[in-house]
């Protein structure tokens, strides 16, 4: 059974920074493309960042600058450094896996960030 598990979310300022991470298990990590989404009330879920097996990331356009997915193989964990964070950050951040040769088929149960102007 694949587990992802979310965590650092919270309450923070504009300007502040928060680090997300995500445990998972489970699944074959090293080989498995990693991607954090996020959904804003009333909006589609979208992707923020996602880094691949072989450590290769891409991010959305408007938060490249701001963003910084990362992973430790070891840790069988992805983080997401968010800094500057901004009120249209506000949204629930989800953790997900794509395993070798799949879609991002496997979903954490979401961690709530607010940014509060």
């Known amino acids: 059974q694949v587990l992802l598990v979310e965590s650092g979310g919270g309450l923070v300022q504009a300007g502040d920074s928060l680090r997300l991470a995500c445990a998972a298990s489970?699944?074959?990590?090293?080989?498995?493309?990693l991607g954090w989404f996020r959904q804003a009330p009333g909006k589609k879920r979208e992707l923020v960042a996602s880094?691949?097996?072989?450590?290769?990331?891409s991010y959305a356009d408007s938060l490249k600058d701001r963003f910084t997915i990362s992973r430790d193989n070891v840790k069988r964990a992805v983080y997401l450094q968010m800094n500057s964070l901004q009120p249209v950050d506000t949204a629930v951040y989800y953790c997900?896996?794509?395993?070798?040769?799949?879609?991002?088929?496997?979903w954490g149960q979401g961690t709530q960030v607010t940014v509060s102007s």
């Open positions: 997900s896996a794509a395993p070798a040769g799949q879609a991002y088929d496997y």
């Open positions: 489970g699944l074959t990590f090293s080989t498995s493309a």
């Open positions: 880094i691949s097996s072989d450590f290769s990331t």
